[in-house]
């Protein structure tokens, strides 16, 4: 196996028990694989090397939390909505019929479009969920698509209830039918848990069907108000409440003390102009936080991870440090995912080298793209 040095790290973030950020440090890939990480001067003989003069290297981001399967445009409604209209679940239906209307290819061109885009960002995992075509071809040649580009599929046939459908009746159909068809292309099973979408007794029969099914739970909740998804998420052991936007104090407690993840999707409220979520009250009360993009052509259509960190840092109460773990390891909790998200011996050498010399310039000079390389 060869054996490939990068050196003249001026810091490298490795996410290690010990030495979680390192100056002036190096590491090896063997077979894929970080074999070893150091001080510059301490590193083995290698095969290969290279130097990257300085910069920062940090884990590739983990975006636990995308829905990249879609077609059409809403930057009209992105418009009016900046022109004083608010956010409603139901812009989804926009998505659904163009969704359904556009050929695979023009599916999968969308998926690789996007994915190369948050790449060029400096992400090396995503999930992807389906939710834009609400039958059982729809969704389920969505996640045929989506797991021709990762591994982490998720089925979110409980996006929204399609037009003209009863809602009882759709609920049937999602943990039936559609469900059969779609689990053997997903990882995940998901419901958009809130007012306009589905509720409590929805949410849990759609989740207990998928989880029947072999698909591991995870749970849009609490975004656009207090409700019971978190709670819910809790209970059934999920991976991940995703939005947590609106907390009870209860809806803290039981996130602390639970193994599932509180996905922050800051480009939301960004894009909503609604209020952002507490992270700081989350972390401070023993809460796995990830962060994510959410990219979707409604509610947030940016596919970059270093705009959320900025968000994070600015306006959730996050320190950089903070926001860049939960973009990394954090998402990569968030996916029960113990090989992605940081640089320790042993992880995949997914890394992001940063034309800067820390990974704070990633809060500290918003907008700026600051990915040189992505491996
Ligand atoms: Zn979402």
Redesign the pocket.
């Known amino acids: 196996m060869t054996a490939h040095l990068v050196t003249n790290v001026g810091e490298l973030v490795t996410w290690d028990a010990d030495r979680p950020v390192m100056h002036d440090a190096a590491f090896v890939v063997e077979g894929g694989r970080i074999s070893w990480f150091g001080h510059r001067r301490d590193a083995p003989a290698a095969d290969t090397s290279s130097d990257v003069a300085g910069a920062a290297v940090i884990p590739g981001f983990v975006d636990s ?1 995308t ?1 990249l399967v879609f077609a059409g445009d809403r930057s009209a409604e992105f418009e009016a909505r900046m022109t004083g209209e608010p956010y409603a679940a139901g812009g989804i239906r926009t998505t659904v019929a163009a969704t359904r209307a556009a050929p695979d290819e023009l599916l999968a061109a969308t998926v690789a479009r996007h994915l190369a885009e948050m790449r060029a960002q400096g992400t090396t995992t995503a999930e992807i ?1 389906s939710g834009y075509g609400l039958t059982v071809l729809d969704e389920a040649r969505s996640l045929a698509i989506a797991r021709g580009f990762t591994d982490e599929t998720t089925f979110l046939g409980a996006h929204v209830v399609p037009e003209g459908t009863d809602a009882a009746a759709y609920v049937e159909l999602v943990t039936g039918p559609m469900l059969e068809a779609c689990a053997p292309h997903a990882r995940w099973i998901d419901v958009f848990c809130e007012d306009g979408a589905f509720g409590e007794d929805e949410a849990r029969a759609v989740l207990e069907a998928g989880i029947a099914a072999g698909l591991l739970p995870r749970v ?1 909740a609490n975004q656009l108000r207090h409700g019971p998804g978190v709670q819910l998420a809790v209970e059934l052991g999920a991976a991940a409440a ?1 939005h947590c936007t609106y907390l009870t104090d209860d809806d803290v407690e039981a996130l602390a003390g639970s193994g599932t993840v509180a996905g922050l ?1 800051p480009g939301v409220e960004f894009s909503t102009r609604q209020p952002y979520p507490d992270a700081r009250r989350l972390i401070d009360a023993g809460v796995t936080v990830s962060l994510a993009t ?1 990219c ?1 052509p409604g509610s947030s259509y940016t596919s970059s991870m270093p705009f959320c960190i900025a968000v994070a840092v600015r306006d959730m109460g996050m320190s950089p440090r903070e926001a860049l773990w939960s973009a990394t390891r954090g998402g990569a909790a968030s996916l029960r995912r113990d090989d992605v998200g940081h640089l320790s011996v042993g992880a995949k050498a997914d890394y992001a080298v940063l034309n800067a010399p820390s990974y704070v310039h990633l809060a500290y000079r918003p907008g700026v793209p600051l990915v040189a390389a992505v491996v």
């Open positions: 939390h829905h969920k849009h995703d999707l959410d979707n």
